[in-house]
Every structure is written in C-alpha cells, then in structure tokens.
C-alpha cells in the first residue's frame, strides 16, 4: 500500500490494503472508474467530497464489461496520471487493483443485468452490462460505502445499478451526478476531442433533438419521438451525416419503451455516430 503524502491519497492495491485503508473510516463515499480519469469525473468526485466523510475512487479497468471486438488491453491505463487527479479533488483513498486480484479465477457467478440490460446499449453490446453490474457489486461488497457516485450521462447504467439495489438489496445509496454539457450543448465527454469542427456542429443535432422531445412533452410520447426523430433525420441528410444507432423514449425503471399513455418521467435517449465517435447523450422527459 502506498502511504498517503501530504496531499495525495492512499493508494491500495488488495481487498486488504483497501481494509486497513478503511479501518477508522465513517461516512464513506465510492466513485467507481476506470481510470483515464477526466473533468467528469472531477465532478463525480466533488459530489462525493461534499457529501463524504472519506471518498474511496476505484480504478479498475474490468475486463468482464469488454465485448471480444472491444480493444480491453489497449484501454488507457495510467495510476500516476489519475492519482494525480485523485489528489486534486481531496480523494482520501485510490483503489487500484489488478486484474487477477478482483478476477483470480474465471468468474463463475455473475450479476444477471436480465432484459433491461440488453435494450439500447447493452443491444450493441451484448453482456456488457452484466460485466459491469457483477464488477460493481464485487466493489460494494470491498468497499462497502455508504453511497456511490454514477454519471447521469450513462442513463442505462446507472438505472441498472439502481435496479441491482433495490433487487438484491444492497446496502448502499445510489447518488446521481447531473450530465454536464458543453456551452454550446454537446454532452460533455472525453471523445469530443475527436470531433473536428464540421462533425462537432453536425453532433449538435442529437442535444438539439433532445431539447425538441422535451418540448412536445405535453403532447405526449408520441409527439416526443416524432419531435426528435425529426431533428435527427434532418442530421442524416448534413455533411458530415449523423448516422443514428437508437433514439428512444424509455421507462426510467425498465428501460422498456415508454407507452403511448405513458405518465410521470420518461428517459429520452439518443446514440449516433459522427465520423468515426460515438457519441450518446439523454434528458428526463415529465409526460
Ligand atoms: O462507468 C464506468 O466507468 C464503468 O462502467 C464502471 C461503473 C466503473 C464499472 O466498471
């Protein structure tokens, strides 16, 4: 374990370490990542400073959320870097473990993410889901914080884990941090540095099409998806196009379309490719 410096955190390597790390804390708050460690994570962590008597941010690039195509070995890795970044926003403790530590045998049992988790995302990325919802229990379970930090930009995500709580009773309270946006609209993320300036005013059109679901709210769902779907279509025919994967109007607790007569929030969500990035973004819709 390496000690905590005058301004840096712990740094602990083992359940173990993590143990000791943690023997007098009270009031502890869980950021989990996987490093590569960025300004939204900077306000992950601030949320949980605020709220925490001791933060704990998990680094650990999890192997078991990765698709076959996905690139998990070359997945930036850089403890120095995201260290550095840790003892910036007064995190007290890193947890940092190696793959064979949370993984020494292949794993057996898992946490199911069942339907919810093959919708939208998880439908590009089959098992995904399950790879996180099994690597986020195993941190609770190591941690065991008293709350834990998601962005609300992973909508499906930090919907699954909500559900993994409540279904299996976890003891632990799930916060959100509110998704951060660009000033000119575009939802703040790492890839929107590869965006060149044409594809990030194209990429516009998905907060644009958002912002016009919202507002045909009052006609009800139908309205919304029509609402959208217009501003998007109109962002396939741009230069550079906006090739859309999904936009959807989903139950916050299912992830299930929501019904024509659907009351109460809605999830509008939206995921396209501009050039080559990926791009996802989502609001709350009140119907
Ligand atoms: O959002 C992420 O970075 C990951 O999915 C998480 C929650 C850290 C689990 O590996």
Do not use: W
């Not at 120095?80 to 993984?103: I, K, L, S």
């Not at 946490?111 to 919810?116: L, Q």
């Not at 060149?196 to 194209?202: D, L, M, P, V």
């Amino acid at each position: 374990m390496t000690p905590p410096t005058q301004h840096g955190p712990v740094v602990a390597r083992t359940p173990e370490e993590l143990r000791a790390a943690l023997a007098d804390a009270d009031g502890v708050g869980l950021v989990p990542t996987m490093g590569s460690l960025h300004s939204g994570h900077r306000s992950l962590m601030r949320l949980a400073r605020g709220r925490a008597g001791t933060v704990v941010v998990s680094v650990f690039v999890n192997p078991l959320q990765f698709g076959p195509d996905e690139d998990f070995e070359h997945y930036p890795r850089d403890l120095g870097a995201d260290t550095r970044v840790c003892a910036e926003e007064g995190v007290d403790v890193v947890f940092a473990p190696e793959t064979q530590t949370m993984y020494p045998a292949p794993q057996m049992v898992t946490v199911d993410a069942g339907t919810m988790g093959e919708r939208l995302e998880g439908a590009s990325r089959p098992g995904h889901f399950t790879g996180v919802l099994t690597v986020v229990a195993k941190l609770f379970h190591l941690v065991r914080p008293d709350f834990a930090v998601f962005g609300e930009k992973d909508a499906q995500q930090i919907a699954l884990v909500r559900r993994m709580v409540t279904d299996l009773n976890l003891p632990v309270e799930i916060v959100g941090a509110p998704l951060s946006r660009d000033p000119d609209g575009l939802a703040s993320s790492s890839r929107n540095a590869y965006l060149s300036e044409q594809e990030r005013t194209s990429a516009l059109a998905l907060s644009r099409a958002l912002t016009a679901g919202r507002e045909a709210a009052p006609g009800g769902a139908e309205d919304v998806r029509a609402a959208s779907r217009k501003v998007l279509d109109e962002a396939a025919a741009a230069d550079p196009p906006v090739r859309l994967d999904y936009l959807a109007l989903v139950d916050p607790a299912t992830f299930g379309e929501a019904s024509a007569d659907h009351r109460g929030e809605a999830v509008l969500a939206v995921a396209a490719r501009v050039g080559g990035t990926r791009l996802i973004d989502n609001t709350a819709v009140p119907l």
